[in-house]
């Protein structure tokens, strides 16, 4: 069965920190992995990695996957009140998107 | 710009009744998609279709039913509602490169069964 571990499970941080989000999978056929930010709302998309070692920027987020380790962060620098959200990464297998269960992240001013 | 489109964002109905959840995306994406999303269990697969007549099971299909004669369409049916399928459901689509591409979900709807 496919398997996708997000750690932390929550965390609080102040505005100007770094946040490092973890995500390791066990999935069978691997086609890709991506990262979501949920606010209350709908996921919205923040990238998609398919090959190790090359990183993803947008802004202040960031992304890399290894896949020989199995497992991919997601880096927020410079955090902003407006960065408060669930975070969710899926793993692309050979028939399906599996979800971990999320990392909360809240700032604070 | 329409995007993707759920209705009802909210809805609250009692045990044993019938509920339809809408959805409907304007990008002609192939594929669709039914998510239901608990606390501690993340986003789980209910059923995906990959066009038009073609649908298939997810993770936890039991209690649910879906069609698609449009592509842009893509209702589930809770046939007889049950207190464990109170949940937020969210609708998603994506395009052609099949089930492991990126996926652009509805806004949801909150579902209480009582």
């Known amino acids: 069965e496919d398997k996708v571990v997000q750690s932390p499970l929550s965390l609080v941080v102040h505005e100007g920190d770094t946040v490092t989000l973890n995500c390791s999978y066990e999935v069978t056929n691997f086609r890709s992995l991506l990262w979501y930010k949920q606010e209350k709302k709908a996921p919205t998309f923040l990238f998609m990695l398919t090959s190790s070692g090359i990183e993803k920027k947008s802004g202040r987020l960031s992304s890399i996957l290894d896949k020989k380790e199995l497992f991919s962060i997601l880096n927020i620098t410079a955090t902003q009140t407006g960065d408060s959200a669930v975070y969710l990464c899926?793993?692309?297998?050979?028939?399906?998107?599996?979800f971990g269960a999320g990392t909360t992240v809240t700032v604070r001013a | 710009d329409a995007g993707i489109t759920q209705s009802p964002r909210y809805k609250i109905t009692e045990t044993g009744r019938q509920v339809t959840l809408m959805c409907h995306q304007t990008w002609s994406h192939s594929y669709m998609f039914w998510y239901r999303q608990d606390l501690g269990h993340g986003l789980r697969l209910i059923y995906y279709?990959?066009?038009?007549?073609?649908?298939d099971k997810g993770e936890v299909p039991d209690g649910y039913v879906v069609s698609r004669s449009k592509t842009e369409n893509f209702p589930l049916t809770l046939e007889s509602a049950t207190r464990s399928q109170t949940s937020v459901y969210f609708c998603?689509?994506?395009?052609?490169?099949?089930?492991?591409?990126?996926?652009?979900f509805g806004p949801g709807t909150r579902l209480t069964v009582l």
């Open positions: 998603a689509s994506s395009g052609d490169r099949g089930l492991t591409d990126t996926q652009y």
């Open positions: 279709s990959a066009a038009a007549d073609i649908t």
């Open positions: 899926a793993v692309g297998g050979a028939n399906k998107l599996s």
